[in-house]
């Protein structure tokens, strides 16, 4: 099986490519268009700055090829974002695989601390936790890692939520996308279970 991980210029990619390979998985990390659209799956991973990253995407015309993918794709963490039409950081219009707004979080209390960062439970929608979906085989309550400054509002296409100061979308699927705001990567053992699922579908 070839796993293609989208390069591009944001952080966080290289642990992603560790958790695969202690799965087993070698995958290769691409900007090539025929790389891309031949690989059996693809994860569009990274945390960055949405203005920046969108701008080396469309450089490289990555913003529409990703439009273009027909295999299962994951986003994770700004790779989330970027699927979405627009995002408030930066006023960035983004690819629009969600047609969904990202927003910045906005503190209500003191103790509300901009980036969200550290453990928090999601609350998954049944369907996907059967065989073959993205969370097979969790409980209805994992505890999972997030680390972000902004949020997609809950929407039709939210599969799994999370709550910080507000509900929002911990996990979106449309199609062949499947996106989770967290990072399965620095999960633990959810996070292992999450990828492999990913693999299987």
């Given amino acids: 099986m070839k796993i293609a991980i989208v390069k591009y210029n944001a952080g966080n990619i290289y642990s992603v490519v560790n958790a695969l390979n202690r799965l087993g998985v070698n995958p290769i990390i691409t900007d090539n268009a025929e790389e891309l659209m031949s690989a059996d799956k693809v994860l569009f991973p990274g945390q960055g700055e949405a203005g920046t990253t969108m701008q080396y995407l469309k450089e490289h015309q990555l913003d529409m090829l990703i439009k273009e993918l027909r295999q299962p794709v994951l986003g994770i963490c700004v790779g989330q974002q970027l699927l979405c039409s627009h995002s408030e950081e930066g006023n960035t219009d983004c690819i629009g695989i969600f047609p969904v707004e990202v927003k910045r979080f906005q503190p209500q209390r003191h103790e509300d601390k901009v980036p969200a960062m550290g453990w928090n439970d999601l609350s998954i929608k049944p369907s996907e936790s059967e065989k ?43 199609d062949n996308f499947w996106t989770t705001q967290f990072h399965p990567e620095k999960s633990g053992s959810v996070g292992e279970t999450i990828l492999k699922n990913f693999l299987a579908i």
């Fill in 132 to 174: 073959g979906q993205l969370f097979h085989g969790l409980e209805a309550h994992p505890y999972v890692y997030f680390v972000h400054s902004y949020y997609v509002p809950v929407c039709e296409w939210t599969i799994a939520t999370a709550d910080y100061i507000l509900p929002y979308s911990a996990a979106l699927r449309k």
